[in-house]
């Protein structure tokens, strides 16, 4: 488990708000729920893009193939329809996307405010960035802390805990 306290010259320790010793239910099944929030924010992200690819094929036989040329626009647009809807759903009031809301888990700074835009799209370009280098590593770093926080949270300094109402059900079985 790591240190609670981070020391810094200036603001002395830091602690975190969520303590996986004292308040386990905020961590109970975060990584699962995490897996699912992720495969479903997937679907949310490519359904529209799917839709436009096929979209463009058809246009690209209307046009007797000149619309295909769209297909340039396709991974750019992928990729601002990815950061956009990360930076207004993780970063928007809740500190979490569709999935996460469906899975009852949000991400939070380490000491407990909200997240905000730019914090929600760095989280997510670190994840991919760190996942098409370091594969493994990005998601097994999860399993051996006590605050389930994988690389690029500890990097940033969030974590993804269980919501507040499902903390409390959780409490009333411990």
Known sequence: MSNPHH???LDGPRVYAFDPVAEPECFRGVLWRRFCAFIVDAVIICVPVGLAALFILVF???TFGFGWLLFGLLSPAFVIWAVA??????GGPHSA?????????EMRQWDGPPMNALLAVLS???FWVFMSVLTPLVLLVGLFNGRKRLLHDL???TVVTNTEARAAALRRYR
């Open 85 to 90: 809807y990360s930076g207004l759903t993780l």
């Open 124 to 126: 997510v370009v670190l």
């Open 60 to 62: 690209g036989l209307v």
């Open 155 to 157: 990097i940033i300094g």
């Open 97 to 105: 996307t569709i999935g996460m809301r469906m899975m009852e888990i």
């Open 7 to 9: 020391f810094d010259d």
